[in-house]
């Protein structure tokens, strides 16, 4: 079976401060991409990384597929209230149709 | 505005039911995923689809779990009977293009069997 392990699963942090949410798995992904999700609606894309080592940034968040394509991080820098949400890393099998699993997720709030 | 549709939003039922969750993916994409969330296990995945073939329903307890796509504008999730474990929202998704593409959600089907 596939696992995606994130961690931490909740995290309250105050306005301004950074933070980073891992994304772990014994399986390599053809690629990799990070879902936002507030309540009440379905997860929607922030980033999908494709290369080894890649980085990405969109503005206040840089993500990061790891050299082997097994493992990905999200880095929040100077978070904001409207961060708030549920971060969801999903790993796409390019051996299996594009099956793309989901990690559990972590829960951020984050306060004035 | 293109955008995945499902219904119902909301659905309580009585364990035994048959319950049907419905699915319009986003016009011309070819993969419809189902995938289930819940508190405890986060987003699994019940089953996938491609060009409306099945490539993937492991996921699906079989026993009483069925995924079809009748036509490239529908896919049907049923379960029969419903038990109050299957208490989740199900999620539809859909992706156009190759395997590293975007998917698009619906806003998801809330279910409580009691």
């Known amino acids: 079976t596939q696992l995606l392990e994130q961690s931490p699963q909740f995290l309250s942090i105050q306005e301004g401060e950074n933070l980073t949410v891992y994304c772990n798995s014994s399986?390599?992904?053809?690629?990799l991409q990070w879902y936002r999700q507030e309540p009440g609606e379905g997860p929607v894309l922030l980033v999908t990384v494709v290369t080894g080592g890649e980085v990405k940034k969109l503005k206040r968040l840089t993500f990061q597929f790891g050299d082997a394509r097994k493992d990905s991080s999200l880095h929040i820098t100077a978070a904001q209230t409207g961060d708030t949400g549920l971060y969801l890393c999903a790993g796409a099998l390019g051996n299996q149709g594009g099956k793309l699993i989901f990690g559990q997720g972590t829960e951020l709030s984050v306060k004035p | 505005d293109a955008r995945v549709t499902q219904t119902p939003r909301h659905k309580v039922t009585e364990m035994g039911q048959e319950v049907t969750m419905r699915c319009q993916p986003i016009?011309?994409?070819?993969?419809v995923f189902w995938y289930r969330q819940t508190m405890m296990q986060g987003l699994e995945l019940l089953a996938y689809f491609r060009n409306r073939a099945p490539l993937d329903d492991s996921g699906m307890p079989k026993d009483r779990f069925s995924a079809e796509m009748p036509d490239a504008t529908l896919a049907t999730l049923k379960i029969q009977p419903s038990e109050p474990r299957d208490s989740a929202v199900y999620f539809c998704a859909s992706r156009g293009g190759g395997n590293t593409g975007e998917l698009f959600f619906g806003e998801g089907s809330r279910l409580t069997v009691l």
């Open positions: 016009l011309g994409h070819n993969t």
């Open positions: 399986s390599v992904f053809s690629s």
